[in-house]
């Protein structure tokens, strides 16, 4: 006969029994932070992943799925707030299961706030060469304004407008 602890009158929790299998189903499954962070934008979309970052993912005590922690700043804070569900399915559904049960949205930083602000500006985006014909295009229907700034200003517009019908086109 086994010897039984008085207080729990032979019953445990659930959860507790099943804590460690599920965490190392969770690993098996190659659920790990690094995904998070390699893929973020991927996961997130870019507009949130412009505003808000993976910090942490923690298991609560006890309980199944996992707490994802997010950094933002204030003004951010109550759109991704709204969006927090949309965001928790997106982040599931690139792990194929309910890895994440809960979202936690902190506005406060790990490192200084300078450190902090310097992190969420978004790379600047290269725009491609423009067409040597395009550019030839641009400058002889500009070139009769005889004002320089002017002449300069249509010359930007007619190129941005030339490009734009060229990449509808090919479309």
């Known amino acids: 006969m086994i010897d039984r602890p ?5 019953f445990a929790r659930a959860a507790t029994l099943l804590q460690s299998r599920i965490r190392r189903a969770g690993e098996a499954r ?3 932070v690094s995904r998070l962070l390699t893929r973020w934008e991927e996961i997130a979309g870019a507009d949130m992943a412009a505003v808000a970052r993976p910090v ?7 309980g199944f799925g996992a707490t994802l922690t997010l950094l933002t ?6 759109v991704l707030e709204m969006q927090k569900e949309r965001l928790r ?4 559904a690139a792990y194929g299961y309910n890895a994440i049960a809960r979202l936690r949205i902190t506005q406060t930083a ?3 706030f300078a450190e902090a602000q310097a992190g969420y500006t978004a790379p600047a985006r290269r725009a491609p060469a423009p067409d040597p014909r395009t550019e030839r295009e641009a400058q002889s229907l500009a070139a009769p304004v005889a004002d320089e700034g002017l002449r ?3 010359e930007t517009l007619a190129r941005n407008v030339l490009a734009r019908e060229r990449a509808g086109r090919s479309t």
Not at 6 to 10: H, L, S, V, Y
Not at 89 to 92: K, L, M, P
């Open 6 to 10: 008085a207080t729990t009158r032979g």
């Open 30 to 32: 190659g659920f790990a």
């Open 56 to 62: 942490k993912v923690s298991y609560a005590q006890g």
């Open 73 to 78: 700043t204030g003004a951010h804070a109550p």
């Open 89 to 92: 399915a997106r982040v599931n």
């Open 110 to 112: 790990p490192e200084g």
């Open 152 to 154: 300069e200003a249509l």
